[in-house]
């Protein structure tokens, strides 16, 4: 019995078809910057991003998605509350392309066009390109970590939220990275111009919707569970 139970899971996982299937998406929502501008206030100039996607479903708790986003980047010293931020009056806005591939865990069995398996949070994460086009640093290689919730719409369509962040390993997005102010004695008026332990972090929060491609084959349910 046992041999046959090794036997089942291994057929089921080398099984070239098992439960797979793709989505093709479109997403849309917003990003925005933390870093010396903008240290700890999450969607502060917030701005319109949107983006595609292709997203590979192994079964119904794994997914690996490969996406690309257009959006952008900014911050203006003058909008801090703090005073040295409005003496330095800094500002900075960029473009950026964010080309990611991220290994998706579904912690319900989700399946678009099933009737039970009709929803599920989800958490992501994997690597990251990122070109910011205005930046002291372009190009970058970033970590993605994100959660979301999907959930279907009919039996082809499926929709959701995400909300993801991008840690780089820059302090140049906003090309403060690193330069220190060499004035001490005002210390009331003037402090670094950059915390240069500090690397800046990005963010995407947005909805999506996606058409679900089935491959015909063999279903394993051990995957069901």
């Not at 089942?8 to 933390?34: E, K, T």
């Not at 949070?121 to 086009?133: D, E, H, N």
Request: hydrophobic share 35%.
């Amino acid at each position: 019995m046992k041999k046959i139970i090794i036997l089942i899971f291994i057929v089921c996982s080398i099984s070239i078809n098992a439960q797979r299937s793709y989505d093709l998406g479109l997403w849309a929502g917003g990003s925005y910057y933390l870093g010396d501008i903008n240290t700890s206030s999450h969607f502060k100039k917030i701005h319109f991003s949107g983006g595609v996607f292709l997203r590979y479903n192994y079964n119904s708790r794994t997914a690996i998605r490969g996406s690309l986003f257009y959006g952008t980047l900014s911050g203006v010293d003058q909008s801090s509350r703090y005073l040295y931020q409005k003496i330095r009056s800094y500002s900075f806005s960029t473009p950026i392309l964010d080309l990611t591939g991220q290994y998706e865990f579904n912690f319900l069995p989700y399946v678009i066009g099933s009737d039970t398996k009709n929803f599920s949070p989800y958490v992501s994460t994997g690597i990251t390109f990122l070109l910011a086009m205005n930046s002291g640093n372009p190009y970058q290689i970033t970590v993605p970590m994100g959660i979301g919730l999907k959930f279907n719409i009919s039996e082809k369509i499926g929709a959701g939220i995400e909300y993801s962040f991008r840690k780089t390993f820059s302090d140049q997005i906003d090309n403060l990275g690193g330069i220190e102010n060499s004035v001490t004695n005002h210390q009331s008026y003037f402090k670094q111009l950059a915390y240069s332990h500090d690397n800046d972090w990005y963010a995407f929060i947005g909805f999506f919707i996606s058409y679900n491609i089935k491959i015909d084959g063999f279903v394993c349910r051990a995957y069901d569970y």
